[in-house]
């Protein structure tokens, strides 16, 4: 199969999202299967990488938050669900790697990151309005130092500032 004959993660990813498309599952399956063998680990995280440039020419760190992000839309493609294993070590993998204008490397890579955050938006239940939003806790070495309710889903409460005060002593 064509999955066999290449080792670069971009393109098998593109080849399965194109076989979703056109609900080919003898294609898209194995390429799913291929794609997780590929899997590399970093610090918790999953990424692929990649040998040659992708087709934006991202390359080192940008090409592989590309590539990456490539692979977890064929995941989420294809019925994985954010909570999965591989897709939460790969979005962990694209958060360690944002730059120091919270962006990713290139303009590529950073809207390849957004389509994927987007579709993880849009499977993640809403909470209803009613429902209890919980608690936020913070721990220093293990011990907590202070735990604050969180305001409700449907409210826009902006940034939580939480003095740790002595905590930090």
Known sequence: PF??????????????????????????????KRLRGMALSNNGGAYWSIETNTPF????????????AVVLRAFLASGSQ???????????????????????????????????????????????????PGHLTVQIDSQTAITVPLPPAVQDAGPIFVSLGSSLA
């Open 3 to 32: 999955t066999n004959e290449y080792d670069e993660p971009y393109t098998i990813a593109s080849y399965t999202l194109a076989a979703l498309a056109l609900k080919d599952t003898a294609r898209s399956e194995p390429a799913l």
């Open 57 to 68: 020419f991202g390359w080192g760190q940008a090409g592989q938050v590309e590539t990456t």
């Open 82 to 132: 954010p909570k999965d294993d591989l897709v939460t070590r790969g979005l962990m993998f694209i958060n360690h790697e944002q730059d120091r204008q919270s962006l990713w490397y290139s303009t590529q890579a950073s809207a390849r990151v957004l389509d994927v955050l987007a579709e993880v938006a849009l499977r993640t239940p809403v909470l209803s309005s009613e429902s209890d």
